[in-house]
């Protein structure tokens, strides 16, 4: 069975600064792998898509990397604001014909302080 | 708007009542996915159609909860004899591929009294 970590649960940092957020999984026979953002009682906003062939995705001030083999994810966020506080999700969709879903982290919660 | 929207966006009922959300997914999205996320936790696969075929369902997906997508487009979750356990945000996805990006919808926010 899938599981996915994301660590750590919370993180707390000055404007400005640039950060880490980590996912690992335990099952490397996945398809691909996303990253969400959450907003307090909203929906998730996807950020970046990184197929299982890729080792990353970039998105403005986000890049994503992938590390199939050691089943390990990381989502950079350089020169942070405060309007990047959320939850950050990260989810793998497991490869193998009829499996859809998405198994996602517990997330991690971000507070960007001005 | 062109995103996912789902209906309500909150349901307060009692324990004892039946529910039924529905998602309306991104149109040219043949794909449809439905979620449950607890506080604190991520979110929980529920199930999936193509079309208005349903594929995969979850362990979580009790014979209490019914979910159709009757003409390939909108999709609807039922819950029967709501249980307080069944308070959480429901959630609806949408993709082109299942290889693709799925989309998600606000949610819907039921509280079971």
């Known amino acids: 069975k899938q599981e996915v970590t994301q660590i750590p649960a919370a993180l707390s940092v000055p404007e400005g600064e640039n950060l880490v957020l980590n996912c690992s999984f335990t099952?490397?026979?996945?398809?691909?792998l996303q990253w969400f953002r959450q907003d307090p009682g909203k929906g998730l906003t996807s950020l970046l898509l990184i197929q299982s062939s890729q080792r990353e995705q970039t998105s403005g001030r986000l890049n994503a990397s992938l590390d199939k083999s050691s089943g390990r994810s990381t989502l950079y966020i350089a020169a942070s604001q405060p309007g990047d506080s959320a939850t950050y999700l990260c989810?793998?969709?497991?490869?193998?014909?009829?499996?859809?879903?998405?198994?996602f982290g517990k997330g991690t919660k971000l507070s960007v302080i001005p | 708007d062109t995103g996912v929207s789902q209906n309500p966006r909150h349901k307060i009922t009692k324990r004892g009542q039946n529910v039924t959300f529905r998602c309306d997914p991104i149109s040219e999205h043949n794909r449809l996915y439905w979620y449950r996320q607890t506080l604190g936790q991520g979110p929980e696969f529920l199930t999936y159609f193509q079309n208005e075929a349903q594929l995969e369902k979850s362990r979580l997906l009790s014979d209490r909860f019914s979910a159709e997508r009757p003409k390939g487009s909108f999709s609807t979750l039922e819950i029967q004899r709501t249980e307080q356990g069944d308070s959480a945000m429901y959630l609806c996805?949408?993709?082109?591929?299942?290889?693709?990006?799925?989309?998600f919808g606000p949610g819907t926010r039921l509280t079971v009294l």
């Open positions: 996805a949408s993709s082109s591929d299942p290889l693709n990006e799925q989309f």
């Open positions: 099952d490397s026979a996945i398809y691909n």
């Open positions: 989810a793998v969709r497991r490869s193998g014909a009829g499996s859809y879903q998405l198994t």
